[in-house]
């Protein structure tokens, strides 16, 4: 569990396709964000529709803004398979009502958060932080990688809506001026990177991500448990994990330490529920003494 910083609630849309397919399946393309809950859906429909319904389901680059526009005004692709509606939520329901699009299933049945995060180590040391302005009055708390001595808000990748979001935010509540920075961290590999680096040096964080590694969601082996599946190094992204599994069509794979040794079961229901409720930092240290 992690402090949420502002409440901005994002419904998700699952399955947007476009009217008039075929009556048998043929090609269909599903647009794969480039964030892990959606890149693993994006995964899991390609499996269901080739595996189960004879399709030939194809993976395409997507982003929400980009792939919105192309599937409202082309057509295309025929599913996106997670949406964040704060940037497009009016001509979202423009193009519903008008039955350019329709809204198939929700990817998860309570929605999705987004907003800014802090460590919850933080948090517990400092329990008067309960709000943005709270974060913005303790910039020594959250060191910038260039210079320590300012604070550091780190944004979302170029091309995302909460980009934009929290560009805003960052002006909106005079960040710059109560000793803060926002970094541009460049993609979602970086954004991933700047929290596991708070995260190993117990370091403060404003950010909108979260650290998702294998070691932090993986069950530790028992002696009565045999390794399953492929297998994959406790550090791994679960992005990768996930990417791994899918493409070997398998829902087990068990997980090794540095040396190589199976230490752990990793099951892709773990990985989905993972990305709804991500582990608190006492679970990551447990998981982590579990794999050494």
């Not at 999705?112 to 802090?118: A, S, T």
């Not at 493409?247 to 229901?269: Q, S």
């Amino acid at each position: 569990m992690k402090t949420l910083m502002t409440a901005v609630i994002a419904a998700m849309v699952m399955a947007l396709s476009g009217a008039g397919h075929a009556e048998t399946c043929g090609r269909v393309t599903i647009a794969n964000m480039n964030w892990q809950s959606a890149e693993v859906l994006a995964h899991i429909d390609q499996i269901i529709l080739n595996e189960g319904y004879g399709c030939d389901a194809e993976l395409v680059p997507g982003d929400t803004v980009p792939t919105f526009t192309s599937m409202n005004e082309k057509g295309e692709p025929d599913m996106a398979p997670e949406l964040w509606l704060n940037s497009i939520r009016e001509p979202l329901q423009t193009a519903l009502d008008e039955g350019r699009l329709v809204k198939a299933s929700p990817a998860l049945s309570d929605g999705g958060v987004e907003g800014w995060w802090i460590p919850k180590y933080v948090a517990d040391a400092h329990p008067d932080i309960t709000t943005i302005n709270d974060t913005l009055e303790h910039p020594e708390l959250f060191p910038a990688p260039e210079d320590e001595s300012m604070g550091a808000v780190h944004n979302c990748p170029a091309g995302w809506a909460c980009e934009i979001l929290t560009a805003n935010l960052f002006r909106g509540f005079d960040a710059e001026e109560k000793g803060f920075v926002l970094v541009d961290t460049g993609s979602a590999a970086g954004l991933d990177g700047s929290i596991a680096r708070a995260y190993e040096r117990e370091e403060g964080d404003v950010n909108r991500g979260r650290v998702i590694q294998v070691a932090t969601i993986m069950t530790p082996l028992t002696r009565r448990t045999r390794p399953e599946g492929p297998a994959i190094e406790a550090g791994a992204p679960l992005e990768d994990a996930a990417r791994m599994m899918t493409d070997d069509g398998c829902a087990v794979a068990h997980v090794v330490n540095e040396k190589g040794k199976p230490t752990g079961v990793l099951t892709l229901p773990n990985v989905i529920e993972a990305m709804v409720t991500p582990p608190t930092h006492e679970e990551t240290a447990e998981s982590r003494d579990a794999a050494e």
